[in-house]
Nanobody, 121 residues
Framework: QVRLVESGGGLVKSGESLKLSCAAS????????LGWFRRAPGKEREFVAA????????DYLDSVNSRFTISRDNAKNTVYLQMNSLKFEDTAVYYC??????????????WGQGTQVTVSS
């Protein structure tokens, strides 16, 4: 069992940065891939970024590639999402998830409660 708790969301202006954190409990954290997903109002859940168990492989949604960076610290049981050059269209609730390395939300077994990111234009 893995429990995930996100933090770091907030209200920022377009062009600014935020860093999301997701702290996990559970001894098997390092064996899971971790992903960040988001859901904007009226839209479907969307893959944002993923990192494999070791951190050696990462994957990004095209529209955030070069602006967002996913990383993990297995010693701290934490995954991060550094978001730079934020745009209005990045506004959403962001969720972290643990499971298999994939863009498909169905391969992730554990989910956090989400943290709101609002970017004003």
């Amino acid at each position: 069992q893995v429990r995930l708790v996100e933090s770091g969301g907030g209200l920022v202006k377009s062009g600014e940065s935020l860093k999301l954190s997701c702290a996990a409990s559970g001894r098997t954290f390092s064996s899971y891939a971790l992903g960040w997903f988001r859901r904007a109002p009226g839209k479907e859940r969307e893959f944002v970024a993923a990192i494999n168990w070791s951190g050696a492989s990462t994957d990004y949604l095209d529209s955030v590639n070069s602006r967002f960076t996913i990383s993990r610290d297995n010693a701290k049981n934490t995954v991060y999402l550094q978001m730079n050059s934020l745009k209005f269209e990045d506004t959403a609730v962001y969720y972290c998830a643990a499971g298999r390395y994939s863009r498909d939300y169905r391969t992730y077994y554990y989910w956090g409660q989400g943290t709101q990111v609002t970017v004003s234009s």
